[in-house]
């Protein structure tokens, strides 16, 4: 599967993004899917991630109450929506996906990637 993320930019501190990830196949419900960042000289970290049907959302403790994951299966598009934005929340942003979800949390449980998005949050 191929992924397409999008909706990166500059905002200050304080306000919100969207970022959105498309998937090539019309089967893109077969796909647990997630959303990871990284900074320069930093590994990459898990964000969120989201069950195949969407029922089941997880967030690192970094973002909790303030990112919102989701996806629209009709459409093969997953999201997050990112609200009160900290300069620390500046990273490139990756959209991941694999058929399984045995380590929904690390980056080596997801096989495909999208080629990121940059989120730069000024103070």
């Known amino acids: 599967v191929q992924l397409q993320a999008y909706g990166g930019g500059l905002v200050q501190a304080g306000g919100s993004l969207r970022l959105s990830c498309t998937a090539s196949?019309?089967?893109?419900?077969?796909?647990?899917m997630g959303w990871f960042r990284q900074t320069p000289g930093k590994e990459r970290e898990f964000v969120a991630s989201?069950?195949?049907?969407?029922?089941?959302?997880y967030y690192a403790d970094s973002v909790k109450g303030r990112f919102t994951i989701s996806r629209d299966n009709a459409k093969n598009t997953v999201s997050l929506q990112m609200n009160s934005l900290k300069p620390e929340d500046t990273a490139v942003y990756y959209c991941?996906?694999?058929?399984?979800?045995?380590?929904?949390?690390?980056?080596?449980?997801?096989?495909?990637w999208g080629q990121g998005t940059q989120v730069t949050v000024s103070s």
């Open positions: 991941a996906a694999d058929e399984d979800a045995i380590r929904r949390r690390t980056p080596t449980g997801f096989r495909y």
């Open positions: 989201i069950s195949w049907s969407g029922g089941i959302t």
């Open positions: 196949e019309r089967t893109f419900s077969r796909y647990f």
